[in-house]
């Protein structure tokens, strides 16, 4: 009995690690002329890997799974095909490519649950590919998706950036990176996203409700960002990237490798970037916003017949300056907030140091993630299981090298769904449930004389949610829809301080004499239903129209329930235990022509959110607003209803008859208002200013004989206009003023004129090319204040008075940036 069952073990071992069956073979052809295509990509976007057409337009990929797939047929100046295929044995597939210039080609897209394309899919997506992301300059990966159509960024400085979709932010915008949830302190307002730039290879924007899929945080859109698919069987793959910019001094490298052997795929990331303070023209070199980071990632898996299965592990460091607006009061200079060996102000080596832990108040963060993928065959499905755990790792350090303030926050997300999809049927079925599980723990209060920071309690979180969406694909028609229901339980401990705010401050029981409570035990479970319906139709002509109505959820943060401290912004947060979740309604219409000569799409959403959460300003009983030892004060409430609503749309421009012209036009236009509210608080905080884009390429036509290829010129412009919609209430904003950046790039490849292989590609860019200052309206850097009247004890919220006494000290945003980019690929 024992030799059958060590048989049994062993026959389930090989078969596992078996070379699978299923492959995908055929020939890619020119339409119009029959002649073969070299060069073509084709690609399973569910698998992250495909191949490329030889010299003949012959391709061939093996080890491919069982089961119904979609294929991405793809290849510059063509259109893309998108098609679905049963991978059964050795299978073939040929395909006939059309001429296209069009810049908005059918993309399949993955974040929604069911596998569709961006002409089908009725609520608006947008795709950044991946020669958007290489062919600009930005300090971080969220300022690379900033300008796109309906989207924004609100930072606190060049190194914070967090997504704003619609006008909303934080965590009403779900950031996934392959899939896995970025719960990095997405809660508070100076945390940027924990994501490698240089590991982003392109991304799905989702600008509308996505709760069916992501339940919670996903009301307002999803950011997907995707890593490099995988290599082609059979080969190794490497790439070394580096880049300079002039502003920042911004220095960063990054060198990928990865290979794939009969099924067995890994690939190694290591990156490193670094800068020192930016320049503005108003002050010259900004103190506290130099920042470096490192990462290292690395991913392994297998494909065979009966699926996939991947692991991913990555370690993430980041150092970073957050500018605190501190000045000289006479002569307007940046000052150290303690002198440093008497050293009031910072000096030039000050300034040009690589060095963030150098200034006044810095962060450094660390972030681990294990990501498990697996995919397995199941009837006519697939059952897809997925879990992961992050560990983010937060200090706030203000003068010196002791954590003032310094957390952990884990989390195992989790999703567990399966999906059905019938090619004769155009029947789509996705349906299963997903969470998380998360955690927070405090450092210890430090040792005398300095004093902790305690922002957050110690708390637990368990989040579950079950879905079903259902597509329908007809000939022109579309139809979408979908129920889930989430259920939350949140758990917090207490935390008693004696002698709070002061250099003696320690944690003690509750009960001790003079105690004070920081956050009190609480206990609060959430729930909530989300819906959604929507259809597409491809009108005669190019046209098409969309149509979605959903109804999203979202529960209160921890940031939002229990806060009770000042944040590195130099914002004191209090918390609400008594918040009720959000409830919002939306919904979406958008027309569009996808033609041979324009691509055009404009889409307009109505959004209404009951209880919808935010923090306000705190007024004092003497008039002003109050001070907690300087810092003004935030409570979060919710107001009864908010509305946001709004318009997105691109118009670009590809002739046909003059390919080497391409102009690139998009605009955002949104609006908000609290009803029943006074004029200076009916407007949400931080609602984005109008803002048009608008692009020019000029493709210059290379010798076929030429070591250069793909060159390029553009030039380009953002138009913002003022943003006199602002909730100015005891200084919560102040309206901004309309202004227009100025932008140039030029790009080539250097290629093996022999073979056409690409040696090299080399990339110029110029931000605000003519240095203007300006405010980003959606920059926290602008409202630093500067008071009078005295300080605030522990409890004394709300009795102390404060005047402003000059509007603003802020931070303009960057000045002109040029930034030079190598990329040297291998295989």
């Known amino acids: ?50 191949g490329t057409s030889d010299s003949i337009g012959n391709y061939h990929i093996p080890n491919l799974p069982k089961g119904y797939y979609t294929v991405e047929v793809r290849l510059l100046s063509y259109a893309t095909i998108v098609k679905q295929v ?58 690379a998706i900033a300008t796109q159509p309906g989207v924004t960024a609100i930072t606190t400085g060049p190194g914070v950036s967090k997504p704003e979709i619609n006008g909303l932010g934080y965590n009403r915008v779900l950031t996934l990176f392959d899939g896995e949830r970025q719960e990095d302190f997405q809660w508070g307002d100076e945390h940027g996203i924990l994501i490698d730039p240089y590991a982003v290879y392109d991304a799905e924007i989702i600008r509308g409700p996505a709760s069916l899929q992501y339940g919670n945080y996903a009301v307002a859109g999803v950011v997907s960002f995707k890593s490099q698919p995988l290599p082609e069987d059979g080969t190794i793959r490497s790439s070394f990237s580096t880049e300079y910019q002039t502003n ?24 490193q970037e670094e800068t020192h303070c930016y320049q503005d023209p108003k002050d010259g070199y900004v103190w506290g916003s130099a920042f470096n980071q490192q990462n290292l990632r690395f991913t392994m898996g297998v494909n065979k017949k009966w699926g996939f299965s991947r692991l991913s592990i990555s370690s ?58 697996n995919s397995f065959n199941a009837g006519k499905g697939s059952f897809l299981a997925d879990i992961g755990y992050t560990q983010s790792k937060r ?68 989040d579950i949610g079950g879905y079903a969406i259902l597509q329908k694909d007809y000939k022109n028609l579309t139809l979408s829809g979908g129920a889930r229901y989430d259920f939350r339980t949140m758990n917090a401990q207490s935390m008693y301080l004696s002698d709070p705010n002061s250099s003696s401050q320690q944690e003690v029981s509750a009960g001790t004499p003079g105690a004070l409570a920081q956050f009190l ?46 944040d590195p912004a130099n914002e004191y947060k209090q918390g609400n235990p008594n918040l009720k979740a959000e409830q919002g309604y939306e919904a979406d219409l958008a027309y569009g022509i996808n033609g041979k000569e324009i691509s055009f799409e404009v889409d307009a959403f109505y959004n209404l959110i009951n209880n919808f959460i935010f923090a306000d300003r ?48 998009g605009f955002t236009y949104t609006y908000s208002y609290l009803p029943n509210a006074t004029d200076t608080t009916n407007h949400l905080p931080f609602t984005p200013s109008p803002r048009l884009t608008s692009d020019i390429k000029f493709k210059l036509h290379n010798n076929p004989h030429s070591i250069l290829k793909r060159t390029y010129i553009k030039v380009g412009l953002a138009k913002y206009w003022e943003q006199n919609n602002i909730y100015s209430a005891l200084w919560n904003e102040l309206p901004s003023v309309g202004y227009t950046l100025y932008n140039a790039g030029v790009g080539t490849d250097f290629v093996n004129p022999k073979t056409g292989k690409v040696l090299c590609s080399f990339i110029v860019n110029i931000t605000n090319l003519t240095n203007l200052a300006y405010f980003d309206h959606t920059s926290r850097e602008q409202y630093l204040w500067a008071y009078n009247g005295d300080y605030a004890g522990q409890n004394n919220y709300g009795h102390t008075p404060a005047v402003v006494t000059k509007t603003s000290e802020g931070i303009y945003n960057m000045g002109r940036n040029i930034g030079f980019k190598l990329i040297f690929p291998f295989k």
């Not at 009864?640 to 036009?665: C, Q, R, Y």
């Open 1 to 50: 009995m024992k030799k059958y069952k060590t048989a049994l073990i062993l026959s389930l071992i090989v078969s596992f690690f078996a070379y699978g069956q299923n492959s995908l073979n055929g020939k890619i052809t020119d339409a119009l002329t029959g002649e073969t295509i070299p060069g073509a990509a084709v690609f399973f976007p569910q698998l992250k890997m495909g």
């Open 86 to 143: 049963l991978l059964n044995g050795a299978t073939s597939a040929n395909f006939a490519l059309s001429i296209s210039t069009s810049s908005n080609k059918e993309v399949v897209i993955t974040a929604l649950g069911n596998i569709t394309n961006t002409l089908r899919s009725p609520v608006p997506v947008t795709i950044v590919s991946h020669d958007m992301f290489t062919q600009q300059a930005s300090t971080n990966v969220v300022d």
């Open 248 to 271: 920042n001094g911004l220095i960063g490298n990054s060198l990928d490798i990865g290979g794939n052997k009969n099924g067995f795929v890994w690939d190694l990331r290591i990156s």
């Open 316 to 373: 993430l460091h980041r150092a970073i300056g957050i500018p605190d607006g501190n000045r000289d009061s006479a002569s307007g200079k940046f000052a150290f907030d303690v002198p440093l060996s008497g050293q009031i102000f910072p000096t030039r080596a000050n300034y040009l140091s690589y060095n963030p832990e150098i200034a006044s108040a810095y962060q450094i963060l660390d972030h681990q993630a294990v990501w498990w993928q």
């Open 395 to 462: 200090q706030e350090i203000d003068t010196g090298n002791v954590t003032e303030e310094g957390l952990t926050v884990h989390d195992i997300p989790y999703s567990f769904r399966y999906q059905i999809a019938g090619d004769s049927s155009g029947l789509k079925l996705t349906s299963g449930v997903n969470g998380m599980y998360e955690w927070n723990t405090d450092f210890p209060e430090p040792s005398s004389p300095y004093m902790g920071l305690f922002e957050i309690p110690f708390y637990n979180d368990f």
């Open 521 to 566: 035990p609480f206990n609060r479970n959430f729930s909530g239903v989300s819906l959604s319906i929507g259809a597409t139709y491809q009108l005669p002509g190019n046209n098409y129209v969309k149509l979605n109505l959903a109804n999203s959820y979202r529960a209160p943060s921890i940031l939002e329930l229990e806060s009770n401290e000042t």
């Open 618 to 665: 705190i007024s004092s009983k003497s008039g002003g607003d109050s001070l907690h030892y300087g810092v003004p004060v935030y409570k979060f409430g919710s107001a009864n209803t908010a509305l946001v609503e709004g318009i997105s749309a691109f118009f670009n421009i590809h002739p046909s008859d003059t390919k080497w012209i391409e102009i690139d036009n």
